[in-house]
Nanobody
Framework: QVQLVESGGGLVQAGDSLRLSCAASARTFNTYSMGWFRQAPGKEREFVAA????????YYADSVKGRFTISRDNAKNTVYLQMNSLKPEDTAVYYC?????????????????WGQGTQVTVSS
């Protein structure tokens, strides 16, 4: 069982930056592919970014490419999402997810563990 706790959300203005963190309880954190997803009110959960076990491979949704960066620190059992040039359409609850996999996973239904989410609100 893996517990995930997100932090770092908040209310910012368009153009600002935020860094989300997701702390994992897994002792074998480096065996898990990690991902970030988001869900806006009235919309389905969507993929944002994912990173491989070692951090050597990353993948991004087109909507955030060039603005968001996913990274991980396996020594701290933590994955990060650096969000720059935020836009009002980035407003959502952001979730991190974990899956024991050698691959970078971008499909929500394939993830085994989820955090409770952190709210990001971007005002115009």
């Amino acid at each position: 069982q893996v517990q995930l706790v997100e932090s770092g959300g908040g209310l910012v203005q368009a153009g600002d930056s935020l860094r989300l963190s997701c702390a994992a309880s897994a002792r074998t954190f480096n065996t898990y592919s990690m991902g970030w997803f988001r869900q806006a009110p009235g919309k389905e959960r969507e993929f944002v970014a994912a990173i491989s076990r070692s951090g050597g491979a990353t993948y991004y949704a087109d909507s955030v490419k060039g603005r968001f960066t996913i990274s991980r620190d396996n020594a701290k059992n933590t994955v990060y999402l650096q969000m720059n040039s935020l836009k009002p359409e980035d407003t959502a609850v952001y979730y991190c997810a974990a899956k024991s996999s050698v691959l970078v996973v971008t499909t929500a239904s394939l993830y085994s563990y989820w955090g409770q989410g952190t709210q990001v609100t971007v005002s115009s």
